[in-house]
């Protein structure tokens, strides 16, 4: 349904730092950057050669959060990419919203962790596979 989402930055090398260490357990990279200060200032993330399907772009002060209630879901490999994705976005200014387990209400293989990215964004990352 989705063909990519973006979210706004207060601070692009931050940002681009956080998704880097935090989407490598994924297996998602950068796939495009414009770091041109004249030029806005943007990264996308995604599969290698699929195009992006995560942006982050710079917007200074004026980035803002959606309310109560959003949250951005990616999907992980395995468990283990779970683990250690959460791992990585504590190491790299993330805050912990939910460490990596299984939550049954959601589903018997429904194995997720939650956290919060340094601009205050709701990221979980799940994998549905039986282990």
């Known amino acids: 349904m989705l063909h990519h989402i973006s979210f706004g930055v207060s601070n692009i090398e931050r940002s681009a730092a956080f998704y880097d260490a935090a989407f490598a357990p994924l297996g998602y990279i950068r796939v495009w950057e414009d770091l041109n200060p004249d030029s806005g200032q943007a990264v996308g ?34 468990r283990n990419a779970v683990a250690l994705f959460h ?32 601009d205050g964004y709701e990221i979980e990352v799940v994998c549905k596979a039986p282990e």
Do not use: M, Q, V
Request: aromatic share 12%; glycine share 16%.
């Open 87 to 118: 791992e990585a976005a504590l190491a790299h200014g993330g805050r912990d919203n939910g460490g990596p387990s299984l939550r049954p209400h959601y589903g018997p293989n429904y194995f997720a962790a939650f956290i919060i990215d340094p």
């Open 45 to 78: 993330y995604g599969p290698p050669d699929d195009g992006d399907k995560f942006t982050i772009k710079l917007r200074g002060k004026d980035a803002r959060c959606p309310g109560l209630g959003f949250h951005l879901a990616f999907a992980a490999p395995s």
